[in-house]
């Protein structure tokens, strides 16, 4: 490999990759920088160019986003929904994982496939009748429903990856605690929560891509305006403004904002977990 | 034994949450297919009489086999894109001597992480006919011609949102195609080296064979995925799939069914959404069992 790759990569084809490799990022990128610069830009400057800079930049269009769009108050409930459901997801997750990892217990099989069957087909399938089930119980149109949707929807592939990080540690240490007379709670919360920390990261890390960037969810369960998600908001705020495109691309900036910032800090657990779970 | 017993305890939250959100409602779909219930009143039992109407009827059969068929074609279109660009960049991308792989790395996958409603909201600002950034850019090159209503002429509105989608994509895919190809022990390309094997002729003997199990996986994912399209569509087109259903897919066509009931009076109610439904999981669990038997025919032992 490195033999060859020397050869591949020598004078002039060196370069022609180089020139790919930064073209197709040019094309990637381009369409957020170009978001960036346009929310920025007065309504005559938009119909005047697309591709120019701003005379002034106006902070402007964002204060009227965060303030008379409601993306402040859909900001919080965005944030209420998604931290939320991945402590849901996280919780009751690592705890059903735990059991399914360590002990033998009549239907375990079974009852791992019934777990893992909700990755094969999509929760959008099935959306129907939990409308009907939450419109029943009182929790159409609120928050803690959606909540609980998430954490169901999302159980499946919490339990996929958890099962098999806790396979992976070694049995020694819970054995001492059986010894000791701990209890199977105090071993999962005082032992186990802590030893499986880089796989919960990487579970939480996709729990929160899935929550925080989806639409469809919220289009069905949430009728109120006051308590949109964000993306569902920015979606609203759309329709309000159809040509006030300066408006718009920042709220749309908002809603990207929190994702790039963790992607920043925490590339590695998105890739890892986002190529492990692709489902949406 | 009594320890064993209370450990079951700490399965229940999520047994009772999976069982009552997901489990419950996939059985309970199916059977409300088979009802003309409209989401209020009784439930009427009428047999296949949704599906057949679903098959049969112009004004619902119809926009589904056109729905069907854009998501086919999507399903075509971003094979050939995410598996032949995600190739491609991967292989350049997997030499050593390469600078900054991580930056690319970063920079390639951003797009998938992305909300992509937000994301389709801009490129539909960028594809705007009179203000947007595409056509402007061909103006100012003297190609003016070429300009043109991306998404809003029929014969070139899907073909736009596609290639939205799949640049979309494609970052997942050289990312899958990457830790596939750490995973081919150096040795075999040394040993092919050594036979005479120059770097284009090792990438065609050895290691595309090699990743045959990885991309019969993609081929599925990529099956699920399309079908589940709905976000960055409804975002560049709306919810009816404009212009005139050019750009309809199932989701969309789905929450119309379902959905339009409630917001207008359109809709075909509960139970002929839930036969939508039904079909479309049909179609993906037949697929996936397919797909699954391939794969695991072709698993390879280093």
Sequence with gaps: MKINGQRILHGGSRGLLYFLLILYAAVTLFPFFLSVVSSFKELQELYASALTFPAVWQWENYRIAWVEGDFSLYFRNSVYVTGLAIVGVLLFGSMASYVLARYVFPGRTALSAFFLAGLVIPFRLAVLPVFVLLRSVGLFDTLGGLILVYIAADLSFAIFILTNYFRSIPRELEEAAVVDGAGPFRIYFQIMLPLVRPALATVGIVVFVWVWNDFFLPLVFIQTAGKSTLVLGLFRFFGRHLYEWHYVLAGANITLLPVLMLYLFASRQFIEGLTVGVRK | ?302
Excluded at chain 2, 5 to 25: D, E, G, I, Q, T
Aim: hydrophobic share 55%; charged share 15%.
């Design chain 2, 1 to 302: 034994m009594r320890h064993k017993k209370r450990a079951l305890l700490l399965l229940l939250p999520a047994l009772a949450v999976y069982s009552l959100f997901v489990a419950y409602p996939y059985i309970n779909s199916l059977l409300y297919s088979f009802t003309d219930w409209m989401g209020v009143g009784p439930k009427q039992f009428v047999g296949l009489r949704n599906y057949v109407h679903l098959f049969t009827e112009p004004r619902l059969a119809r926009p589904f086999w056109r729905a069907l068929s854009h998501n086919l074609l999507l399903f075509g279109v971003s094979m050939l894109f995410t598996v032949g660009l995600g190739l491609s960049f991967a292989f350049i991308l997997s030499s050593r001597r390469l600078k900054g792989r991580g930056f690319f790395k970063w920079v390639y996958f951003l797009p998938y992480i992305l909300p992509a409603l937000s994301a389709g909201f801009i490129w539909r600002y960028i594809f705007h006919p009179r203000w947007g950034a595409l056509n402007e850019a061909l103006r100012s090159l003297g190609l003016g011609d070429w300009t043109h209503a991306w998404l809003g002429e029929l014969n070139l509105a899907f073909p736009t949102i596609m290639s939205v989608w799949c640049l979309r994509l494609t970052g997942l895919y050289i990312l899958f195609f990457m830790a596939a190809m750490l995973a081919i022990p150096e040795e075999l390309r040394d040993a092919a080296k050594v036979d005479g094997c120059g770097r284009l002729k090792t990438i065609w003997y050895i290691e595309l064979p090699l990743l045959r199990p990885t991309l019969l996986l993609l081929t599925l994912l990529n099956f699920i995925t399309s079908f589940n399209a709905f976000d960055m569509i409804y975002a560049l087109s709306d919810l009816s799939g404009a212009p005139l259903g050019q750009s309809d897919v199932l989701t969309l066509f789905f929450y119309r069914t379902a959905f339009g009931s409630v917001h207008d009076p359109f809709g075909e109610g509960l139970g002929m959404g839930a036969a939508v439904a039904s079909v479309m999981a049909l179609l993906l669990i037949g697929v996936s069992l397919l797909f699954f038997k391939a794969i695991q025919k072709s698993q390879v032992e280093y």
